[in-house]
């Protein structure tokens, strides 16, 4: 994940930032104010008012203590003798301005010698236009203020204009990650597992490497691939170390990064994506989670809608190959029954490659690349973990590997322990240990027993799994739990494993009813019923294991788009209720063989019970020794 490299300020720093900016702005008005003061033409002294017929009097006796008179406007400037910098007077003399009292006037009417000889009788006289320096500076400011505001909000809005010509430029712009050769590769060496997918895409690398082999046969380059498996299989590392292999541009993309708001945006990000890949040919373009633009279209209606249109643009691109583009369209999906016919045709997507959950080898080889870099303990049995962990996916594995050294560092390990990939494997698979609830004595004995029923159940019926470990402790969701790890992977269910599921299943419930009794039972049971009814259900419309009367009779999926008007669900009003029927018998049976197994094997029952609530936790060992002795009633057995 990119870091980013921005640091957000501390509460300290903001407050330092808030205290010198409230400084600065203090500094700014103090100067602002002084600037004002002196343009005014103020002073701060204090100033002395004496009647201007005085000053004159002082003035023009040639014995008196002023030394010199300056007028500038409305302030007569008095300079003392012996004291060189002036005082400040106004005129507010009752006789009005200071030339009708005849300082100044007394030269005013004359010219050449005459006014020669009045400035020497009158020395300390003088006249200055003053200079209003506020008035010029606050001129200039109200003329050029308003053309600086009006250059700042043009250059402000031609910037927002810009910025959305950008962004509206990019629009349609495919958002692709790209990966080169200059990038990290990754190699087939580093898929571990599902070794038939390997195959079948190494023809695809020998394609892009070697495309003149194939020409001369006549053999067209495969235009599509689509990688089909479930979540967490490893589709797009998959499709990444085809690109390493044959060492060329990948252009990564989900499905849904073609989708927006605005009709016409995901067909121009799909002709964008189809024409830098053809630049940088040979190339691969890979979209995940196609499904996310390539719903069937009779199904969803609607034409001229966005993903239609960016649908359509797919095809139309992909038929725009010829066989010396050297571009090939990789993509990847868990829903494969729900994309376009027309996406699936050949020519389209040639290739279809199953990306499969992995076996218990191959669980083994990705577990050993995930706890490559971490430090395990001598003890540690990965293989043991790969065949606790059947139906898990590479992801799955992935998380485990982290959980253990999560959990080893919380712990203080210096090394990952078999403790700590135990406890990895619970949490990812049900939940953490909630060491904070706590259950009164009652409760405790009403989840050792509805355990323990599990437990007898599950081991005396013959086709179910072995049991592998039995808790009274609060996990996730659940009060208690009890494993059931099948002995080797099988890729098939009979219908005789499916009933034996059912019936240790319900163990919980019964137990708890011959127990307590009716009024007894619980809602711990909620989950063991809801399990119960989903089975049932799916034994029965999805793999034709009903009675007689819908034995062998399947119906499609609701997601398929054939709805009956009546019940809204693919099948009839009639059809719905001999499923609910079937569905019943298949829940009754199981709690009847239940309860006939814990009936006859009560003693069990009660022993393993008890060993629960002293311990807590049992495992596999353990359960060996306290299930002895139990047997299996014939009222239990199906064949």
Not at 203 to 218: A, M, Q, T
Not at 244 to 265: L, T
Not at 294 to 323: P, Y
Request: with cysteine; charged share 30%; proline share 4%.
């Amino acid at each position: 994940m990119p870091q980013n490299n921005l640091k957000k300020e501390s509460p300290k720093a903001q407050k330092s930032n808030t205290i010198r900016s409230i400084i600065f702005s203090f500094l700014v008005i103090m100067c602002g104010a002084w600037a004002f003061t002196a343009l005014s033409g103020h002073t701060n002294g204090k100033i002395e008012e004496v009647p201007i017929s005085d000053v004159i009097s002082r003035a023009n006796d040639k014995n008196g203590d002023i030394k010199k008179l300056s007028v500038a406007g409305d302030t007569v400037l008095i300079t003392l003798k012996g004291n060189d910098n002036p005082t400040q007077s106004s005129r507010k003399d009752g006789a009005g301005t200071l030339y009708d009292i005849g300082l100044v006037d007394q030269c005013k009417e004359l010219s050449g010698d005459e006014l020669k000889t009045c400035k020497e009788a009158y020395p300390v006289i003088e006249y200055t236009e003053p200079v209003d320096w506020f008035g010029i500076v606050l001129n200039v400011a109200s003329f050029i203020l308003p053309i600086i505001l009006i250059i700042f909000l043009f250059s402000f809005m031609m910037r927002q204009v810009g910025n959305a010509n950008k962004e509206s430029m990019g629009f349609g712009k495919a958002k692709a990650k790209i990966y080169g050769p200059d990038k990290k590769k990754v190699t087939f060496d580093d898929v571990a597992g599902n070794e038939a997918a390997k195959q079948d895409l190494t023809e695809i690398v020998d394609f892009l490497k070697n495309p003149k082999k194939y020409e001369k046969l006549g053999a067209k380059i495969p235009r599509g691939v689509l990688l089909a498996g479930d979540p967490g299989t490893g589709k797009t590392l998959m499709a990444r170390a085809v690109a390493g292999e044959a060492n060329v541009p990948f252009f990564s993309i989900s499905g849904s990064e073609f989708a927006e708001m605005f009709v016409g945006v995901g067909a121009s990000r799909v002709r964008d994506l189809f024409s830098r890949a053809k630049k940088n040919a040979p190339s691969i373009i890979f979209i995940d989670e196609i499904d996310a633009v390539a719903h069937k279209r009779d199904a969803r209606g609607g034409a001229g809608r966005e993903d239609e249109q960016t649908l359509n643009q797919i095809l139309v691109e992909m038929d725009g190959f010829d066989n010396e583009s050297g571009v090939i369209v990789m993509a990847a999906t868990n829903r494969v029954d729900m994309l376009d016919k027309a996406l699936l045709r050949p020519g389209r997507f040639d290739r279809h490659v199953d990306v499969t959950l992995p076996e218990r080898k191959d669980r083994l080889d990705i577990l050993k690349v995930h706890f490559k870099n971490k430090p395990t303990d001598d003890g540690v049995d990965l293989d043991s973990l790969a065949a606790k962990t059947a139906g898990s996916s590479g992801a799955d594995l992935a998380n485990i590997a982290n959980e253990a050294a999560i959990t080893a560092a919380r712990e203080g390990h210096k090394k990952i322990t078999s403790g700590d990939i135990t406890e990895a494997f619970e949490r990812v698979a049900i939940g953490p240990e909630r060491k904070s609830k706590v259950m009164n004595d009652h409760e405790r004995k009403i989840t050792a027993y509805h355990e323990a029923g599990h437990a007898v159940v599950g081991h005396v019926l013959p086709d179910s799994d072995p049991v592998h470990k039995v808790t009274i402790i609060p996990r996730g969701h659940t009060g208690g739990v009890t494993w059931f790890l099948p002995p080797e992977d099988r890729s098939y269910k009979n219908i005789f494993e499916l009933k034996d599921i059912l019936a240790r299943a319900m163990g919980g419930r019964v137990a708890e009813k011959i127990i307590f009794g009716d009024d007894g039972i619980t809602t711990g049971a909620s989950s063991d019923l809801k399990n119960v009814a989903e089975l049932s259900k799916d034994m029965i419309i999805s793999e034709g294991m009903g009675g007689k009367a819908m034995r062998n009779l399947v119906f499609p999926s609701e997601e398929t788009g054939y709805y009956t008007i009546s019940t809204g669900k693919p099948y009839s009003e009639k059809t719905a209720e001999a499923i609910d029927a079937e569905i019943r018998t298949l829940s009754e049976e199981a709690a009847k063989r239940a309860e006939i197994v814990l009936k006859e094997n009560r003693e069990v029952l009660d022993r393993l019970a008890a060993a629960l609530l002293e311990k807590e936790t049992l495992e596999e060992k353990d359960l060996a020794e306290l299930l002895k002795g139990t047997s299996l009633p014939a009222g239990a057995k199906l064949h």
